[in-house]
């Protein structure tokens, strides 16, 4: 058998037109599995959401919506939530979908062997825990909480845990390891070529949510092509290629792309996201663990020039865990570090600095700007007096040193959380058992589960403003801008639109002759 590299590949697919009903997608990097919401990163979760669904999604504007369930009811209490499934819902394998497979589902992401992302998010070591998962009758389940909870659904619509996707069971071996996805969604899996390519084929008894019109991840979701190929295609100069080729229909591209693709004839098309770039500081280290010197380091950096320079001119600054379009961004979320080469050199005297090297990582996916945030910084601290070194690493590689809290430094993205208390719990929490988060603060701890459990608007607003004085003051991480995202589209594809939760849609996209 013939094996090809994955970059002699991508040229070999842009030395070729696209042709007939599929749809060629750019991935800056492969995805990491097919197992919903386990081994998992946003390319991979763009990708698996096309095969799977859970029993609620997002809609277009952020909110929560069902989805296989056809209602949700809240007792009065807050504390059981009853989910009336959809009839005539097909797995790929032709099953109909039932209660038993949502409770089969659900009791394999809480086994630990799983080891699924998001099983710390119900079972109460972040606040919110689900006693209880029974089905009294075939289309319908019921999920008992320990205490009410703000972001029970939103927490089961989350993209990064696969939408609790509910799948048949023989998406897993006999032994219990991990198969393919066998799951409900508009395509299901044709081949996995790892490092060259993702094939999806049109699920011909896909049975479509109601609606007129897409909304986000629920709404009308047919597949209206025969298949959709995502491509991994790490070389930005390859994605151009293919892209003014034709050999491409969709792919993100850097900011700096943005007004060549525009005079190319192409569509560009943009969106506001939730996406948060930035750099983290690891407050553990011994020598960024004293406030004075993650201040310093802060102080040092020009945020406007640098977001200015690698979004071309398309972001704007913000400090906040909260997204620039969120209903909570208030003139406190507005507040900012200040750009101060003296107070950097005032702290890095008090914090005793002697010129010690720090690393700071990064990574050179095309479509974040991890790498050019880092150069920027990097020159800006060593101005500031700050011994800064740059450690290039592959994605995977550097996903697994933030996982496990290795680094000191870090030029980071993290994708879109729609609700703030979301977006705070993905970077906020105790080190000890998850080594992942960034700040560690017991009184903000405490806050953000408050905010998990408060629905009162003013009230989690107020929650949100002091959450934010209180991580400027830490500086464990500074954001940097919110990502637009921006796709660059062939002139055959219609339907195709970017959204606030950055991941691509190819479900109701046609493709024109």
């Not at 209490?77 to 797995?91: A, C, N, P, S």
Request: charged share 25%; glycine share 6%; aromatic share 8%.
């Amino acid at each position: 058998m013939i094996r090809i590299s994955a970059s002699a590949f991508a040229f070999a697919l842009i030395g070729s037109a696209a042709q007939g009903q599929t749809i060629n997608v750019a991935l800056n990097a492969d995805i990491r599995s097919t197992n919903p919401g386990v081994n998992r990163d946003d390319n991979t979760d763009a990708v698996v959401l096309h095969m799977v669904e859970g029993l609620v999604g997002y809609r277009e504007n952020g909110a929560v919506a069902p989805l296989l369930a056809e209602k949700v009811d809240v007792s009065a209490d807050g504390l059981t939530y009853t989910f009336h499934l959809r009839k005539g819902v097909k797995f790929h394998n032709g099953a109909e979908m039932t209660s038993a497979d949502v409770l089969w589902s659900w009791n394999r992401y809480m086994d630990a062997k799983t080891d699924w992302r998001c099983k710390a998010e119900f079972d109460g070591r972040l606040g919110l825990k689900v006693t209880d998962a029974t089905a009294p009758d075939a289309t319908t389940v019921v999920m008992k909480l320990e205490k009410p909870s703000a972001l029970f659904l939103d927490t089961m619509a989350r993209t990064d845990c696969a939408m609790v996707a509910i799948l048949h069971k023989d998406s897993v071996k006999a032994d219990g390891s991990w198969d393919k996805p066998i799951g409900t969604g508009p395509f299901q899996l044709a081949d996995w070529r790892r490092g060259e390519f993702v094939l999806l084929k049109r699920f011909d008894g896909y049975v479509s949510p109601v609606g007129d019109k897409r909304d986000g991840y629920v709404g009308s979701k047919r597949p209206q092509v025969a298949e959709v190929k995502f491509l991994s295609i790490a070389d930005g100069a390859t994605v151009k290629a293919g892209l003014m080729s034709g050999a491409l229909d969709v792919a993100d591209v850097p900011d700096e792309d943005v007004p060549e693709m525009k005079k190319s004839g192409l569509q560009v098309l943009t969106a506001p996201s939730a996406t948060k770039h930035g750099i983290l500081l690891q407050t553990r280290d011994p020598l960024l663990g004293d406030v004075r010197m993650r201040q310093a380091i802060v102080a040092a950096l020009d945020q406007d020039e640098i977001v200015g320079a690698v979004s071309n001119g398309l972001g704007k600054t913000n400090n906040s865990a909260v997204y620039i379009t969120s209903p909570f961004y208030d003139e406190v979320q507005k507040k900012r570090y200040s750009h101060d080469l003296a107070r950097t050199k005032k702290l890095l005297a008090e914090a005793g600095y002697k010129g010690e090297t720090i690393k700071l990582i990064a990574n050179k996916r095309s479509t974040v700007p991890s790498y050019p945030v880092a150069i920027m910084a990097q020159a800006m601290l060593q101005a500031a007096g700050i011994k800064a070194e740059i450690e290039i690493l592959e994605w995977a590689t550097q996903l697994d040193r933030f996982s496990k809290g290795n680094y000191q430094m870090m030029s980071f993205s993290y994708s879109a959380r729609i609700d703030p208390a979301q977006s705070y719990n993905q970077f906020s929490g105790p080190k000890d058992k998850l080594p992942s988060k960034v700040w560690d603060n017991a009184e903000a701890n405490a806050l953000i589960e408050k905010a998990t459990l408060v629905s009162e608007e003013a009230e989690r607003r107020k929650i949100f403003d002091q959450l934010h004085v209180m991580m400027l003051a830490d500086a464990p991480l500074v954001f940097l801008y919110n990502q637009v995202d921006t796709a660059v589209v062939s002139k055959r594809l219609q339907g195709f639109a970017p959204w606030v939760a950055s991941k691509p849609r190819l479900w109701e996209v046609t493709i024109g002759k």
